[in-house]
């Protein structure tokens, strides 16, 4: 027999549904003003500001970006190719590094993890940075370069060995029972109890490879290398030299501020439309990698 809802519950599902749905719009607002002015004129954006509802439509924002749609094209392969390639064998290795530094029976483990975390407070500079990357490893104009330099956060490690404090050690002796070694233990027990964790750690570390651009500034001179935010900013960099050439009344026409707007919505569509796959795994590994230190 279906029980019939109480007026009180009704009353709590319209408020919940209002106050939810309130917070969604407010969420959802910028992105609409992003998307609707990314279609606006110059001119009305310099003389009316942003708005969701352009009164002068105009793509000559995206006329510009795709002005040498090749080159577009290939900056998003290499960017999605680097994001996938560079995120998986980061979770690989960050993840075994936080299986080691969980290991009670590691020698040393917290001075370990003390050093790693060590490192983050402090850095060497600009200069040998730079030497190291390009002359040293000899990574400078090549791909790996944009692979390797954004791969391991120390940041990672130490969510991922949170995480692993919160998995019961009988698992772990179970394993051990059963014949298991460690690289057994760590594919077949660590790895699929640890998806929350790997899917929160693993949208931060696509985040770091889709937004890098200083990589490919400092290291790449080869256009064939250039990732998606790179060609971005140097379409932005071309437009501001220019628009810095002519006249006033000249920069009034050029989509100087409508082409900040399509270059935001062209390299962030992608990330908004892969959040909805991990937003489940993504509170959970943030929050239970927070309960234990």
Same mark, same amino acid.
């Given at each position: 027999m279906?029980i019939k809802?109480?007026?009180?519950?009704?009353?709590?599902?319209?408020l919940a549904?209002?106050?939810?749905?309130?917070?969604?719009?407010v969420?959802?607002?910028p992105f609409?003003?992003l998307?609707g002015?990314?279609f606006?004129s110059?001119?009305?954006?310099?003389?009316?500001g942003?708005?969701?509802?352009?009164?002068?439509?105009?793509?000559?924002a995206?006329k510009l970006?795709?002005l040498?749609?090749?080159k577009?094209?290939?900056?998003?392969g290499?960017?999605i190719?680097l994001t996938?390639?560079?995120t998986l064998?980061?979770?690989?290795?960050?993840s075994m590094?936080?299986?080691?530094l969980y290991?009670?029976?590691v020698?040393?483990?917290?001075?370990l993890a003390?050093f790693l975390?060590?490192?983050t407070?402090?850095q060497g500079?600009?200069?040998?940075y730079y030497?190291i990357v390009?002359r040293?490893?000899?990574?400078k104009?090549?791909?790996?370069?944009l692979?390797l330099?954004?791969m391991?956060?120390?940041f990672h490690?130490l969510?991922l060995r949170?995480?692993?404090?919160?998995?019961? /050690?009988s698992l772990? &002796?179970?394993? %051990?029972?059963?014949g298991?070694?460690d690289?057994?233990?760590f *594919?077949?027990v660590i790895? $699929?109890l640890?998806?929350p964790?790997l899917?929160?750690?693993?949208?931060?570390t696509?985040?770091?490879y889709?937004?890098?651009?200083?990589?490919?500034m400092m290291f790449?001179?080869?256009?064939a290398?250039?990732?998606?935010?790179f060609v971005l900013?140097q379409?932005l960099?071309?437009?501001?030299?220019?628009?810095n050439?002519?006249?006033?009344?000249a920069?009034i /026409?050029m989509p100087? &501020?409508?082409l %900040?707007?399509?270059?935001?919505?062209?390299s962030t569509?992608? *990330?908004?439309l892969?959040y $909805?796959f991990?937003q489940?795994?993504f509170?959970?590994?943030?929050t239970m990698?927070a309960?234990?230190?």
């Amino acid at each position: 027999m279906k029980i019939k809802p109480s007026f009180d519950q009704i009353l709590f599902q319209i408020l919940a549904y209002f106050v939810v749905g309130g917070i969604g719009f407010v969420t959802l607002f910028p992105f609409l003003v992003l998307l609707g002015s990314s279609f606006a004129s110059e001119h009305e954006i310099i003389t009316s500001g942003y708005t969701i509802f352009p009164k002068e439509f105009s793509i000559d924002a995206y006329k510009l970006v795709f002005l040498n749609p090749q080159k577009i094209l290939r900056a998003y392969g290499i960017t999605i190719s680097l994001t996938s390639l560079g995120t998986l064998i980061s979770l690989f290795f960050s993840s075994m590094a936080a299986y080691v530094l969980y290991r009670k029976d590691v020698k040393y483990r917290n001075a370990l993890a003390f050093f790693l975390y060590f490192t983050t407070l402090f850095q060497g500079g600009l200069a040998p940075y730079y030497i190291i990357v390009s002359r040293v490893l000899h990574l400078k104009n090549t791909p790996f370069v944009l692979l390797l330099v954004p791969m391991f956060q120390v940041f990672h490690i130490l969510i991922l060995r949170n995480y692993l404090n919160s998995i019961p /050690d009988s698992l772990f &002796e179970a394993a %051990k029972i059963d014949g298991a070694g460690d690289f057994a233990i760590f *594919i077949r027990v660590i790895l $699929p109890l640890s998806k929350p964790a790997l899917a929160a750690v693993g949208l931060f570390t696509a985040l770091i490879y889709w937004n890098d651009w200083w990589t490919a500034m400092m290291f790449v001179e080869k256009d064939a290398y250039a990732p998606l935010q790179f060609v971005l900013y140097q379409i932005l960099s071309s437009v501001n030299v220019a628009a810095n050439m002519v006249n006033n009344m000249a920069t009034i /026409d050029m989509p100087k &501020e409508s082409l %900040k707007l399509a270059m935001t919505v062209i390299s962030t569509g992608p *990330i908004l439309l892969l959040y $909805p796959f991990v937003q489940k795994y993504f509170v959970k590994g943030i929050t239970m990698g927070a309960v234990k230190g």
